[in-house]
């Protein structure tokens, strides 16, 4: 049984560039969120997926965008990265819209 | 987090139980979590409480809710070196669709 999957790992960007990070659910589940986890702090959340539509957001700007697909995989883009951007993203998935989250390993991505 | 409070920094002996503290706002909640992350890893979930339970146990971990004060502890029995990670504390907040909101993470450093 497949647990979330992330691609890829690890990503160097410059700032100013945009990046795109995917997510695979673990199976049976069709409802994905995403977080950014900062050096040394919790995981924030972004925002969250249902039926293909945006159905929660945290405190990110309109930079933070994203995308679910008929098979419930997922998207997070993120425009004109700031070095701040700089963290751990999470993708974690749940089976219906009240139960535990299964998180990914994530990817690590670096702004310079 | 925003009002998940955790302290940062717990050290025990091997052998020895751990106690993970963590205060939380929304008296809504209805699901609590503990979630372990090693490093380079993503967030392992522990377990959950649903909140009209004061208590669960499963094997070495045994949680408790005072959901007068939004006080949740996990207790580690018989706690090992591999037990060293850090220990997010979490809650299922309704916000028009439930959001799952993370302390801080406490770091528990076993000694052997």
């Known amino acids: 049984d497949a647990g979330v999957t992330q691609s890829p790992t690890h990503l160097i960007k410059t700032r100013g560039q945009q990046v795109t990070l995917r997510c695979s659910p673990k199976s049976g589940h069709d409802t994905v969120s995403w977080y950014q986890q900062a050096l040394g702090q919790g995981p924030q959340f972004i925002f969250q997926y249902y039926e293909e539509e945006e159905r929660q957001r945290g405190n990110f700007p309109d930079r933070f965008s994203g995308h679910q697909f008929p098979n419930y995989s997922s998207e997070l883009n993120v425009n004109a990265l700031l070095l701040g951007d700089s963290a751990l993203y999470l993708c974690?998935?749940?089976?219906?819209?009240?139960?535990?989250?299964?998180f990914g390993n994530g990817t690590r991505l670096t702004v310079t | 987090g925003e009002d998940v409070e955790q302290s940062l920094f717990l050290s025990v002996r091997e052998g020895d139980s751990s106690v993970i503290n963590c205060t939380y706002t929304?008296?809504?909640?209805?699901?609590l979590y503990w979630y372990k992350q090693e490093p380079g890893a993503g967030l392992q979930l522990l377990t959950y409480i649903f909140s009209n339970m004061d208590m669960k146990q499963d094997q070495r971990l045994t949680v408790l809710l005072n959901k007068k004060d939004k006080h949740l502890s996990l207790r580690i029995a018989d706690t090992q070196t591999g037990d060293s990670a850090i220990y997010f504390c979490?809650?299922?907040?309704?916000?028009?669709?439930?959001?799952?909101?993370f302390g801080a993470g406490t770091r528990l450093f076993v000694k052997a």
């Open positions: 929304d008296s809504s909640s209805t699901y």
């Open positions: 974690a998935s749940s089976g219906y819209y009240n139960s535990p989250l299964h």
């Open positions: 979490a809650e299922s907040r309704n916000t028009g669709g439930f959001k799952t909101i």
